[in-house]
């Protein structure tokens, strides 16, 4: 690297940052071969070849990886140690058996869960992030992952910082670190340069990469990015591990399940064959097909293709979700919490008048001031609305701005808005040489700060709030000579009027509200505007309220108060990111599946403590980077779509889990029984593994199934006691036809050993298949709930394979023997007496009071928050090496 002054680069990439911060800032500049106005667009390009993207992670399906999880399943393992035994006992057939079993299982999995992941990136790069720079002189949006070392970035409240930056100028700039340094206190930051051989905490001179901009406004020039950034060494640390979601909680509990059921069966199975003197081997197969056997080996291929089917039929409602298994998650929510802009009103903020309250005053000069206190920098001839909030942006839109002469006024300093103070504080002098300080804000704040307020103030506040309108209120009062100004100026204030903000009600709103009501879901609203506002809001669109609770009750509530009254409530109001994120973790530990939709960077603590977070594509950095479903539309039709599909996954997978787990076991059972009972094995190892690879085979066409519309009105969890329930009914009832074909065959038909494992092969995978069409519904089968097409000639196609099977020209290596027509005959009047038998289990079963416990409260920790983070620091695809990608600044004589 070249250096343009006689400052050496640091030794090594860690040191870099530290160097950075204890240099001047134009030292830095030259190092960076940057200037005041930024790279050009042909200098960043030319970087972004040489350095590489600013990314921790890239993001591709990779099919070796996808291979590499399909060998590594434990039922697969489980599968070869049986095909190497028998091989290596001399049974080759038994062994090539399994072998192609194993072969076309891997197959099945790879192939779906493959296209499931293609899924995901096609969804990943449909999420994209944004940095505010400065490039050609002037301020524009490009995506994270395009910074480059040398950008000059621009950072206002809210923001995540995009890389590691050393920061040129601030006003007020105030950065959360906790994610890098674990510092819970928001730290102060200032362009002087800190002493050299600071510790990261100490880099006041400096922004981390991933750390969230809390209060003030900034801009610094990017050192490191990538990997390079302390962030990033963060998250390549962690690994690629994504935190896991309820319901990979829920699948693991399952699995657990499964292999306490294997375990016990296979042990009791193998013990008990040795007792009888059976052969060891012989023994050790058959327990080893059991085990295998009483799994559902194609659950992963089938939640696979379900999300994936899942996620591009939510891409077309215009619902993204972040990852895959938070579908389900989706689905699961009982409760949504909604700030109201956007959702409940249209989102489109119009700036309609400005009243004056103080004598003498006309509004125009009302608008005047409040032009002045936005954070947009006037002074040049077309001030930049990038990064404005949004009733800022409408007061820069409206025809009062169109008057407005930037010439006459000088802008000395400003006080950025936060989410403490709520409001906007300039120090302004005029071409008369006049100092004014101007305050604008929430009404209550300033008006706090202000001393003889008019007499008609409180009044002509009051009307605007009854008719729904969003107000900020202007004061001002004269300042000497000065060039700063600090919080504490805010002061001895002259209210001087109003300004009128109208976002109007949705048209369709009601309808979305009633049509989630429908869905179980509790509606809540969260805003940081007046309590009558949101009423009025909610009054017009026939929304029943239940109470309302502001920021000040909130405060004065202990935990256990506020969960009771927040959980009758309806509206909370002029709350903080702090109450909103308290009130939910309260929702949540009182049982209910919580969802929170809010787009702001005072939603960020409410999106990380929900179970899911809900934001849109135009949000907040920090608020996008939060959630796990990003909505295009901010619109609860779409959130209704979206919570309807995942219900619907849900409902499907489970019904894989209740029908394989029931006639599984049941027929497990029956085998062990009969290997103790009888004088030879009732079906062979590879018998036992061909039948089950058939019946999940048919089975991933359950993604493509109807679901009856009560299972869509209503949260389903899962719930490992209420399947262990259903497994313990209706794998007997599945055993008892297991018994009573052993007794068919046995006592009418006088069958041999492979006339036997025939008879039962053909019943088993008969009844254990065609059983979809009763377990996928609640109601009579056929006649009021029908299955997909697919569903049914999948089902149809294997019991056709299944008796095909022992006719043809494989009988004989895969064990079978004819058998006599009259068996069939029986066959039809069994099957028919199951299923009518299921049918009454099914009335008693269900109609039985659901005993479900209380959704447990989820903990989200470190890694969570360091994952979801790095999220948008990820590559949309992987880019070719590079000699130069070391996320640094590579000099032109490099």
């Given at each position: 690297?070249?250096?343009?002054?006689?400052?050496?680069?640091?030794?090594?990439?860690?040191?870099?940052?530290?160097?950075?911060?204890?240099?001047?800032?134009?030292?830095?500049?030259?190092?960076?071969?940057?200037?005041?106005?930024?790279?050009?667009?042909?200098?960043?390009?030319?970087?972004?070849?040489?350095?590489?993207?600013?990314?921790?992670?890239?993001?591709?399906?990779?099919?070796?990886?996808?291979?590499?999880?399909?060998?590594?399943?434990?039922?697969?393992?489980?599968?070869?140690?049986?095909?190497?035994?028998?091989?290596?006992?001399?049974?080759?057939?038994?062994?090539?058996?399994?072998?192609?079993?194993?072969?076309?299982?891997?197959?099945?999995?790879?192939?779906?869960?493959?296209?499931?992941?293609?899924?995901?990136?096609?969804?990943?790069?449909?999420?994209?992030?944004?940095?505010?720079?400065?490039?050609?002189?002037?301020?524009?949006?490009?995506?994270?992952?395009?910074?480059?070392?040398?950008?000059?970035?621009?950072?206002?409240?809210?923001?995540?910082?995009?890389?590691?930056?050393?920061?040129?100028?601030?006003?007020?700039?105030?950065?959360?670190?906790?994610?890098?340094?674990?510092?819970?206190?928001?730290?102060?930051?200032?362009?002087?340069?800190?002493?050299?051989?600071?510790?990261?905490?100490?880099?006041?001179?400096?922004?981390?990469?991933?750390?969230?901009?809390?209060?003030?406004?900034?801009?610094?020039?990017?050192?490191?990015?990538?990997?390079?950034?302390?962030?990033?060494?963060?998250?390549?640390?962690?690994?690629?591990?994504?935190?896991?979601?309820e319901f990979q909680r829920g699948l693991g509990r399952f699995s657990l399940l499964?292999?306490?059921?294997?375990?016990?069966?296979?042990?009791?199975?193998?013990?008990?064959?040795?007792?009888?003197?059976?052969?060891?081997?012989?023994?050790?197969?058959?327990?080893?097909?059991?085990?295998?056997?009483?799994?559902?080996?194609?659950?992963?291929?089938?939640?696979?293709?379900?999300?994936?089917?899942?996620?591009?039929?939510?891409?077309?409602?215009?619902?993204?979700?972040?990852?895959?298994?938070?579908?389900?998650?989706?689905?699961?929510?009982?409760?949504?919490?909604?700030?109201?802009?956007?959702?409940?009103?249209?989102?489109?903020?119009?700036?309609?008048?400005?009243?004056?309250?103080?004598?003498?005053?006309?509004?125009?000069?009302?608008?005047?001031?409040?032009?002045?206190?936005?954070?947009?920098?006037?002074?040049?001839?077309?001030?930049?609305?990038?990064?404005?909030?949004?009733?800022?942006?409408?007061?820069?839109?409206?025809?009062?701005?169109?008057?407005?002469?930037?010439?006459?006024?000088?802008?000395?300093?400003?006080?950025?808005?936060?989410?403490?103070?709520?409001?906007?504080?300039?120090?302004?002098?005029?071409?008369?040489?006049?100092?004014?300080?101007?305050?604008?804000?929430?009404?209550?704040?300033?008006?706090?700060?202000?001393?003889?307020?008019?007499?008609?103030?409180?009044?002509?506040?009051?009307?605007?709030?009854?008719?729904?309108?969003?107000?900020?209120?202007?004061?001002?009062?004269?300042?000497?000579?000065?060039?700063?100004?600090?919080?504490?100026?805010?002061?001895?204030?002259?209210?001087?009027?109003?300004?009128?903000?109208?976002?109007?009600?949705?048209?369709?709103?009601?309808?979305?509200?009633?049509?989630?009501?429908?869905?179980?879901?509790?509606?809540?609203?969260?805003?940081?505007?007046?309590?009558?506002?949101?009423?009025?809001?909610?009054?017009?669109?026939?929304?029943?309220?239940?109470?309302?609770?502001?920021?000040?009750?909130?405060?004065?509530?202990?935990?256990?108060?506020?969960?009771?009254?927040?959980?009758?409530?309806?509206?909370?109001?002029?709350?903080?990111?702090?109450?909103?994120?308290?009130?939910?973790?309260?929702?949540?530990?009182?049982?209910?599946?919580?969802?929170?939709?809010?787009?702001?960077?005072?939603?960020?603590?409410?999106?990380?403590?929900?179970?899911?977070?809900?934001?849109?594509?135009?949000?907040?950095?920090?608020?996008?980077?939060?959630?796990?479903?990003?909505?295009?539309?901010?619109?609860?039709?779409?959130?209704?779509?979206?919570?309807?599909?995942?219900?619907?996954?849900?409902?499907?997978?489970?019904?894989?889990?209740?029908?394989?787990?029931?006639?599984?076991?049941?027929?497990?059972?029956?085998?062990?029984?009969?290997?103790?009972?009888?004088?030879?094995?009732?079906?062979?190892?590879?018998?036992?593994?061909?039948?089950?690879?058939?019946?999940?085979?048919?089975?991933?066409?359950?993604?493509?199934?109807?679901?009856?519309?009560?299972?869509?009105?209503?949260?389903?969890?899962?719930?490992?006691?209420?399947?262990?329930?259903?497994?313990?009914?209706?794998?007997?009832?599945?055993?008892?036809?297991?018994?009573?074909?052993?007794?068919?065959?046995?006592?009418?038909?006088?069958?041999?050993?492979?006339?036997?494992?025939?008879?039962?092969?053909?019943?088993?995978?008969?009844?254990?298949?065609?059983?979809?069409?009763?377990?996928?519904?609640?109601?009579?089968?056929?006649?009021?709930?029908?299955?997909?097409?697919?569903?049914?000639?999948?089902?149809?196609?294997?019991?056709?394979?299944?008796?095909?099977?022992?006719?043809?020209?494989?009988?004989?290596?895969?064990?079978?023997?004819?058998?006599?027509?009259?068996?069939?005959?029986?066959?039809?009047?069994?099957?028919?007496?199951?299923?009518?038998?299921?049918?009454?289990a099914k009335l008693w079963f269900f109609s039985r009071a659901a005993q479900r416990?209380?959704?447990?409260?989820?903990?989200?920790?470190?890694?969570?928050?360091?994952?979801?983070?790095?999220?948008?620091?990820?590559?949309?695809?992987?880019?070719?090496?590079?000699?130069?990608?070391?996320?640094?600044?590579?000099?032109?004589?490099?």
């Amino acid at each position: 690297m070249t250096v343009k002054d006689s400052r050496r680069a640091p030794a090594g990439e860690s040191d870099l940052l530290r160097a950075a911060a204890s240099w001047p800032t134009d030292e830095v500049l030259r190092f960076a071969a940057s200037g005041p106005d930024g790279l050009t667009d042909a200098e960043a390009g030319a970087r972004l070849r040489s350095v590489g993207p600013n990314a921790v992670r890239g993001h591709r399906a990779r099919p070796w990886l996808v291979l590499r999880r399909q060998l590594t399943s434990p039922i697969l393992i489980l599968l070869f140690i049986t095909a190497v035994v028998s091989a290596f006992l001399g049974d080759a057939t038994n062994s090539v058996i399994i072998t192609v079993i194993l072969l076309v299982s891997v197959g099945l999995g790879f192939v779906n869960e493959f296209r499931a992941e293609r899924a995901a990136d096609a969804l990943h790069d449909q999420v994209r992030y944004n940095a505010v720079v400065l490039r050609d002189g002037g301020r524009r949006s490009v995506d994270v992952v395009d910074l480059v070392p040398g950008d000059l970035v621009v950072l206002a409240v809210g923001s995540v910082v995009p890389a590691d930056l050393r920061l040129l100028t601030c006003d007020e700039l105030q950065c959360d670190e906790a994610i890098v340094t674990g510092e819970s206190l928001a730290v102060a930051k200032d362009p002087t340069a800190a002493p050299a051989g600071a510790g990261l905490g100490d880099l006041t001179s400096c922004a981390l990469m991933g750390t969230v901009v809390q209060s003030g406004n900034g801009t610094g020039v990017v050192v490191a990015t990538g990997p390079r950034t302390e962030f990033g060494r963060i998250a390549v640390g962690l690994g690629t591990q994504v935190p896991q979601t309820e319901f990979q909680r829920g699948l693991g509990r399952f699995s657990l399940l499964l292999l306490e059921v294997a375990i016990a069966l296979t042990s009791v199975i193998f013990v008990a064959n040795l007792l009888l003197q059976r052969p060891l081997i012989e023994s050790l197969l058959f327990s080893l097909a059991i085990a295998v056997g009483i799994t559902p080996q194609l659950l992963p291929a089938v939640v696979s293709t379900s999300l994936a089917t899942g996620s591009r039929a939510l891409a077309k409602r215009r619902v993204l979700v972040k990852r895959l298994v938070c579908i389900e998650d989706l689905g699961d929510m009982d409760m949504l919490v909604t700030d109201k802009t956007g959702t409940l009103t249209e989102g489109h903020i119009s700036f309609t008048a400005a009243i004056p309250v103080a004598p003498g005053v006309q509004a125009h000069e009302v608008e005047l001031l409040g032009l002045l206190a936005t954070e947009t920098d006037y002074s040049v001839p077309s001030p930049s609305m990038v990064g404005l909030n949004a009733l800022d942006s409408a007061l820069w839109a409206s025809v009062a701005a169109q008057g407005f002469d930037p010439a006459q006024y000088r802008r000395l300093d400003l006080i950025p808005f936060d989410h403490d103070r709520r409001m906007t504080t300039v120090l302004v002098a005029d071409s008369a040489g006049r100092y004014r300080l101007i305050s604008k804000g929430a009404p209550e704040d300033l008006m706090r700060r202000c001393i003889g307020l008019p007499s008609g103030a409180q009044a002509a506040l009051d009307a605007q709030y009854d008719a729904g309108a969003r107000v900020v209120a202007v004061a001002a009062r004269d300042a000497g000579p000065a060039t700063r100004i600090r919080p504490g100026d805010e002061r001895d204030l002259a209210l001087v009027g109003l300004l009128i903000f109208v976002d109007a009600p949705k048209a369709d709103a009601r309808e979305s509200l009633e049509r989630l009501a429908e869905l179980g879901i509790a509606v809540k609203i969260a805003t940081g505007d007046n309590a009558r506002v949101a009423e009025k809001v909610c009054a017009e669109l026939g929304m029943a309220s239940t109470g309302t609770l502001t920021g000040e009750d909130i405060d004065r509530l202990d935990d256990d108060a506020l969960g009771e009254s927040a959980r009758r409530t309806t509206i909370f109001a002029r709350v903080s990111p702090q109450q909103k994120a308290r009130v939910v973790k309260l929702l949540r530990e009182k049982g209910r599946s919580v969802a929170f939709l809010g787009d702001g960077v005072n939603d960020a603590l409410a999106l990380h403590h929900a179970d899911i977070g809900i934001s849109v594509e135009s949000a907040a950095d920090v608020a996008k980077d939060a959630a796990d479903v990003l909505l295009l539309d901010k619109d609860l039709a779409v959130l209704a779509s979206g919570v309807m599909e995942g219900r619907r996954i849900f409902a499907n997978t489970i019904k894989y889990v209740l029908m394989g787990t029931s006639s599984n076991f049941g027929n497990m059972f029956s085998a062990s029984i009969a290997s103790v009972l009888l004088p030879f094995l009732p079906m062979l190892p590879g018998q036992i593994l061909l039948n089950n690879l058939l019946y999940d085979a048919g089975q991933l066409a359950i993604p493509t199934d109807r679901v009856d519309r009560e299972q869509l009105h209503a949260p389903s969890h899962w719930d490992i006691a209420y399947i262990r329930r259903f497994m313990l009914l209706f794998g007997p009832i599945s055993s008892l036809f297991d018994f009573a074909t052993f007794a068919l065959m046995i006592f009418a038909f006088s069958a041999a050993p492979s006339e036997f494992r025939t008879g039962w092969f053909i019943e088993s995978i008969a009844t254990q298949t065609l059983i979809i069409f009763a377990v996928r519904t609640r109601r009579v089968p056929f006649f009021r709930s029908r299955p997909s097409a697919a569903l049914t000639i999948a089902s149809l196609g294997v019991v056709a394979a299944g008796v095909w099977l022992p006719f043809s020209p494989l009988a004989g290596v895969l064990g079978f023997a004819p058998i006599p027509l009259p068996f069939f005959l029986a066959l039809v009047g069994m099957v028919l007496a199951y299923l009518v038998l299921v049918e009454v289990a099914k009335l008693w079963f269900f109609s039985r009071a659901a005993q479900r416990p209380a959704a447990a409260v989820r903990r989200r920790g470190y890694p969570h928050r360091v994952v979801r983070r790095a999220a948008r620091f990820t590559a949309r695809s992987p880019r070719p090496s590079a000699r130069g990608r070391s996320g640094r600044v590579v000099g032109p004589a490099d």
